[in-house]
């Protein structure tokens, strides 16, 4: 046992910091370097508006992490405005591990997959969770109101190159 976690495969050649980091990886340069926004433009309006499928990843104030699946019939995810997502919450397990992190950190992830389609979309913000009933109602789902929905304040955007995808056969 080490400070800061257990020793296991490759730990004594772990990468320690950015210096070593970017001797491996060079930073982007091109398009890659500036693929980012700071609000939901057309082509992500466009994809969340197509999009049946998405992880929602985040961590609580001990910096615990969770990844939870999200699916729906397209557009079950909406755009509010250009900075605000409307995800509403459907039946399933009734652990809400993402919900329970989110009440002492709300820092949130949001990846989206559209079927047959190979780029991503990530998206990152505060998020939170409400019971407001005209957003409940607005993202009635298959005849049902959700019982909560929650809310991410996009703070950055990007597209994904779909080169992950086409390797994973998706």
Not at 59 to 80: E, K, L, M, T
Request: with cysteine; proline share 6%.
């Amino acid at each position: 046992m080490t400070e800061g976690g257990t020793e296991g495969p490759g730990w004594a050649e772990r990468i320690q910091d950015e210096a070593a980091l970017r001797a491996l990886y060079p930073r982007p340069t091109g398009i890659a370097a500036h693929k980012h926004v700071d609000r939901l433009d057309g082509h992500c309006r466009e994809f969340i508006g197509h999009a049946t499928f998405a992880v929602i990843a985040s961590n609580d104030a001990r910096g615990h992490c969770d990844a939870s699946p999200r699916g729906g019939p397209p557009g079950f995810i909406q755009v509010y405005d250009d900075l605000h997502l409307l995800i509403p919450d459907a039946p399933g397990n009734k652990r809400v591990d993402s919900f329970q992190n989110l009440i002492s950190n709300p820092r949130l992830g949001l990846v989206l997959f559209v079927p047959r389609y190979g780029e991503v979309l990530r998206l990152e913000g505060q998020a939170w969770l409400t019971r407001d009933a005209a957003l409940r109602e607005r993202c009635r789902m298959e005849g049902r109101e959700p019982i909560a929905v929650l809310v991410l304040r996009v703070e950055d955007a990007f597209l994904h190159c779909a080169k992950a995808v086409r390797r994973s056969g998706l």
